[in-house]
């Protein structure tokens, strides 16, 4: 496991490329990042999806185990991006690329890198254009659209999904931060 400090760094200088490369705020993007982790998982860090054994979902943002899946693609963003293999993702090939066992900024920095190098997805974070205080509508969307990957066009389906997502948020995040 990489060091503490080494992944805060290495969090902060993502989140300071994505910020300038996407037009904003880093605050934005954390508000982002925590809707999106509880949507997915209740920002439990080694949530397991049920479902399909071989193409579960793992962690706070339920990236898919398995060669060639959400995680592995993730993973090699990362490498690419950074151009080095850090130490914390050494040895997932071993466990199926399970990151169920990374810590918050870990699997934070693989969401990040995984927008960032994908050029279909992270230049549409521009849809929000900075103007700070997203709506749940504009995060519904990015997830929708650029995280979550069932839809495959059906408009319906993505409609339903969407609003479960805000659904999710209304019901559960906003009720968890009164609850702190």
Do not use: C
Request: no cysteine; glycine share 8%; net charge neutral.
């Amino acid at each position: 496991m990489a060091n503490n400090n080494d992944t805060n760094v290495l969090l902060d200088s993502l989140l300071r490329v994505a910020s300038d490369q996407w037009n904003v705020n880093i605050d934005d993007i954390n508000e982002l990042m925590s809707k999106v982790s509880f949507h997915e998982s209740k920002n439990v860090v080694d949530a397991i999806q049920g479902g399909d054994v071989k193409k579960k979902g793992r962690g706070l943002y339920q990236y898919e185990t398995g060669s060639g899946q959400g995680a592995n693609t993730a993973i090699n963003r990362l490498k690419s991006l950074l151009g080095y293999t850090p130490s914390f993702i050494e040895g997932l090939k071993d466990i199926n690329y399970d990151i169920s066992g990374l810590n918050k900024n870990e699997q934070s920095i693989l969401f990040l890198a995984d927008k960032l190098k994908n050029p279909a997805k992270a230049s549409n974070l521009g849809l929000i254009k900075g103007k700070g205080d997203l709506s749940d509508d504009e995060i519904a969307n990015f997830w929708v659209d650029y995280h979550w990957a069932g839809h495959e066009g059906d408009m319906k389906k993505r409609n339903l999904q969407k609003n479960k997502f805000i659904l999710d948020l209304n019901e559960g995040y906003r009720k968890n931060l009164l609850n702190k």
